[in-house]
């Protein structure tokens, strides 16, 4: 079955439950509903399961780029420091060392605005499945209190 089949027998489980008149109660079999609740968890979108794991996945990737970024300045400062002994081999590694920060800086900056940019579209898509189904138990309830 699919989610709507199973929120719709979730549905006629209450409607069909004896209600208690005046107060609006009514006794329900409490393991019935159970399954289908949990029925409708196995259903949910794999955006919803795959959350968090997102949001680990972008913090080890901005971790891992740091790193990168972190290795080539710190081969970059290596390299700086071997080539001091003459002026002119000193005045040329500073200029590639500057050009190789540059690089692993501007690297580190496209690979977290890529991750950033790529969690963001994963949740918006997640928030948007989320919305609808929000919607659809919205919907669901309203009905139930008609």
Same mark, same amino acid.
């Given at each position: 079955?699919?989610?709507?089949?199973?929120?719709?027998?979730?549905?006629?489980?209450?409607?069909?439950?004896?209600?208690?008149?005046?107060?609006?109660?009514?006794?329900?079999?409490?393991?019935?509903?159970?399954?289908?609740?949990?029925?409708?968890?196995?259903?949910?979108? @794999?955006?919803?399961?795959?959350?968090?794991?997102?949001?680990? @996945?972008? &913090?080890?990737?901005?971790?891992?780029?740091?790193?990168?970024?972190?290795?080539?300045?710190?081969?970059?400062?290596?390299?700086?420091?071997?080539?001091?002994?003459?002026?002119?081999? &000193?005045?040329?590694?500073?200029?590639?060392?500057?050009?190789?920060?540059?690089?692993?800086?501007?690297?580190?900056?496209?690979?977290?605005?890529?991750?950033?940019?790529?969690?963001?579209?994963?949740?918006?898509?997640?928030?948007? &499945?989320?919305?609808?189904?929000?919607?659809?138990?919205?919907?669901?309830?309203?009905?139930?209190?008609?």
């Amino acid at each position: 079955m699919d989610i709507l089949e199973l929120i719709s027998e979730l549905e006629e489980k209450i409607d069909s439950s004896l209600e208690i008149p005046l107060i609006k109660k009514a006794f329900v079999n409490k393991e019935e509903l159970m399954n289908l609740v949990g029925d409708i968890s196995l259903q949910l979108p @794999d955006e919803v399961r795959m959350a968090k794991s997102i949001a680990e @996945d972008r &913090t080890r990737i901005l971790a891992d780029a740091q790193k990168q970024a972190d290795l080539i300045i710190k081969n970059a400062e290596q390299k700086i420091i071997s080539m001091v002994d003459e002026h002119e081999i &000193t005045k040329r590694a500073n200029e590639q060392a500057n050009e190789i920060i540059a690089k692993a800086q501007k690297n580190a900056r496209d690979i977290r605005i890529g991750t950033l940019e790529y969690s963001d579209n994963l949740l918006s898509q997640l928030d948007n &499945t989320l919305k609808a189904m929000g919607e659809s138990v919205n919907k669901s309830r309203s009905d139930l209190r008609k």
